[in-house]
């Protein structure tokens, strides 16, 4: 069975904290996504990876860097958080885009509230 | 302008209605087609995905795809109070980020409640 894990569902922090978010897919897949989740606004891709070490911007990427060391691990970091940064994160993978439509495996996701 | 566009809803009918879920988008690059359902608290899980245009059935849901009117729909068939989530349209096409790195464009999420 196919498998996103995020390191925490529920996490709470203080503006001006670095923040980590961890993603692990055992899928073997080269893709990885972070999206937030807001209402009303639905997904927005903050950054993806399509390779180890590769990194590219999404539509959302100020005040976030990203990490991949390891092909099935991707880590978001938010440098100095703000409260605009509260929000539920979204870890997904996907195999590479010339297999297929390119469908995504998610994660249960990451509510952060920062106060 | 959005490049996916989809109502928010929150959409509110009794159980065994059909629903209508639509979503309208500005790209004819896009290809692939997915519906994606969210339940509350977790990570969305694909639901359909249909290439090009045309209908897609599974059991009680339908796709269906009208590329000339830059049109996608889902319908579900005899609602059931399970079917309570978050649905949202996604779409891609081949050359999505420059090479094909599997980037889905997302709609905003339709909230579906059915009622007992």
């Known amino acids: 069975d196919v498998k996103v894990t995020q390191s925490s569902r529920y996490l709470v922090k203080r503006t001006g904290e670095k923040v980590f978010l961890e993603c692990v897919q055992d899928m073997d897949h080269e893709n990885m996504f972070w999206y937030r989740q807001d209402p009303g606004l639905g997904l927005r891709l903050i950054y993806f990876s399509y390779d180890v070490k590769m990194k590219e911007k999404g539509d959302i990427p100020e005040g976030y860097s990203v990490s991949r060391e390891k092909k099935e691990r991707f880590s978001l970091i938010l440098e100095s958080a703000s409260t605009n940064q509260t929000s539920m994160y979204l870890c997904?993978?996907?195999?590479?885009?010339?297999?297929?439509?390119?469908?995504?495996?998610f994660g249960p996701g990451t509510r952060l509230t920062v106060l | 302008q959005k490049e996916v566009e989809q109502d928010p809803g929150p959409l509110s009918v009794p159980e065994g209605a059909i629903v209508s879920l639509n979503c309208t988008y500005s790209?004819?690059?896009?290809?692939?087609f997915m519906w994606y359902r969210q339940y509350s608290r977790k990570g969305p899980e694909l639901l359909m995905y249909?290439?090009?245009?045309g209908n897609k059935e599974d059991g009680r849901f339908t796709a269906q795809v009208d590329k000339s009117s830059k049109y996608i729909s889902l319908f579900i068939r005899d609602s059931q109070p399970s079917d309570s989530a978050t649905y949202l349209c996604a779409m891609s096409h081949p050359g999505a980020g420059g090479t094909s790195y599997g980037k889905l464009t997302f709609g905003q999420g339709t909230i579906l409640t059915v009622h007992p």
């Open positions: 997904a993978s996907s195999p590479p885009g010339t297999s297929g439509s390119g469908e995504q495996f």
């Open positions: 249909t290439y090009s245009s």
């Open positions: 790209n004819s690059a896009f290809q692939y």
